[in-house]
């Protein structure tokens, strides 16, 4: 098959480029106008020399994820389903705010890591996306935007990634760092280590090779304030237990591009929402790490047993964080009408583990919902 082009940061491309006779400067041009004007075909590349479009000509594409289903919110936030073959689908959600526009991109078809509470864990993990995959996301995102909302030559339609789509990033490490390099590079995307986050369970090796390669903002996922609660609800931790975890924290923001960690944290009925539980976390986190919380409300789904937290239950554990001086934010769900919040991206995509289709060896048919259509 021919090589994908996007699977290259632009280091990666320019030694492509040389394998077929050719100086970085072209390798420069073939990369933008790939990543910042969103073009496939190598005939449009205009200022491309003639003889190296011939040469891609057969052997290289541009070949971006095929687009299953879109689905617009009422709250302007926009679903986007791609077929990653073989029955597999992953999902990327752009959420427009008023000052900037997030896409939010998946790493992994499903994920390993298998936490309680989260949907893409209980479906369990198909495999990793490749760096072609995973920045197809955005360069379909960003130019299908561009375009849709009229906007003009040089203004962007995305100005954060965060990784919080699905799977775990930093299990899928060799693909993630190209990508990230693709999103910061100013011939790519552009963005600011700032704008570009990582969140993580708390693969902590990787947390310290990600520092050192790549260090973008960086976001962990706590979700209890003690390791007998968390190894419940996020099983990496038996691995990488919380004092570990925090010592990892420490050590990324030597290097970091933000001067905190965001520490991502679900409330759960009765699970981890208590006054107390709040106590023990400002108690686990003070004095050790410069950090902000976000405070997750649940996105219930049936199979995991669980319930989201009630409305003064979150404002109580988020004043006792407030009280002991800690940044804390409560996020709003977005895209609640069409299954677009954490944790509910492909809900609806069946078996994503193809197990049945092992056991039976027949072929699966992805079943989506209707999109429910209509722009924002
Ligand atoms: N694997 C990474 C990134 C993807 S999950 C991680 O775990 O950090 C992105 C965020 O969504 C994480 O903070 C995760 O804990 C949260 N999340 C997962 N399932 C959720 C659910 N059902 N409701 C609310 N947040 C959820
Ligand atoms: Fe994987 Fe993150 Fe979901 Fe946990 S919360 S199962 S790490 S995607």
């Given at each position: ?9 632009l ?8 394998g077929?006779?050719?100086k970085?400067?072209r ?11 969103g073009?496939?075909?190598?005939g449009?590349?205009?200022?491309l ?10 052997v ?13 919110s009422?709250?302007?936030t ?9 029955g597999?689908?992953v999902?990327?959600v752009?959420?427009?705010e ?16 298998g ?29 299908h ?29 060799h ?9 910061l ?6 963005l ?18 990600l ?9 962990v ?6 390791d007998a609660?968390?190894d419940?609800?996020?099983p ?7 004092a ?5 924290c420490?050590?990324?923001l ?8 965001t ?5 759960l009925?009765?699970v ?14 003070r ?5 902000k919380?976000?405070?997750i409300?649940?996105n219930p ?41 954490c ?23 992805i079943?989506?919902?209707p ?6």
């Amino acid at each position: 098959m021919a090589v994908n082009l996007l699977d290259f940061d632009l280091d990666g491309l320019a030694a492509y480029c040389e394998g077929l006779g050719e100086k970085r400067f072209r390798a420069v041009q073939l990369f933008r106008w790939i990543h910042q004007k969103g073009v496939c075909d190598f005939g449009q590349m205009s200022d491309l020399a003639k003889s190296l479009r011939d040469k891609l000509v057969g052997v290289a594409q541009v070949r971006p994820l095929p687009v299953l289903t879109e689905q617009a919110s009422s709250d302007g936030t926009i679903k986007w389903l791609f077929d990653v073959g073989d029955g597999n689908a992953v999902e990327a959600v752009f959420i427009p705010e008023d000052d900037r526009g997030t896409l939010c991109v998946s790493s992994q078809a499903g994920c390993a890591v298998g936490c309680r509470f989260c949907s893409t864990g209980h479906q369990g993990f198909s495999r990793n996306l490749g760096t072609g995959e995973i920045l197809a996301q955005l360069w379909f995102a960003e130019h299908h935007l561009r375009q849709r909302l009229g906007l003009p030559a040089g203004e962007r339609a995305i100005t954060n990634v965060v990784m919080m789509g699905m799977g775990e990033p930093l299990q899928n490490y060799h693909a993630l760092v190209p990508a990230l390099r693709t999103m910061l590079d100013d011939h790519g995307y552009g963005l600011s280590r700032r704008r570009v986050t990582v969140s993580t369970s708390g693969v902590v090796p990787m947390m310290d090779r990600l520092r050192e390669d790549c260090p973008v903002a960086l976001a962990v996922s706590l979700h209890a304030p003690n390791d007998a609660l968390r190894d419940e609800l996020v099983p990496l931790n038996r691995k990488y237990p919380l004092a570990e975890l925090l010592e990892a924290c420490g050590r990324y923001l030597e290097s970091a591009p933000r001067d905190f960690i965001t520490f991502e944290y679900c409330m759960l009925d009765g699970v981890n929402d208590t006054e107390a539980h709040a106590r023990e976390l400002v108690a686990l986190v003070r004095d050790r790490v410069r950090c902000k919380f976000n405070l997750i409300p649940f996105n219930p789904f049936p199979a995991s047993g669980l319930k989201r937290s009630g409305r003064e239950r979150v404002q109580a554990f988020a004043r006792v964080l407030t009280d002991a001086g800690l940044v804390t934010t409560v996020r709003k769900t977005r895209g609640d009408d069409i299954d677009a919040a954490c944790g509910q991206l492909a809900g609806e995509v069946r078996d994503r583990t193809n197990v049945q289709r092992r056991l039976t060896r027949q072929p699966i048919r992805i079943q989506v919902r209707p999109a429910s259509g209509g722009a924002p």
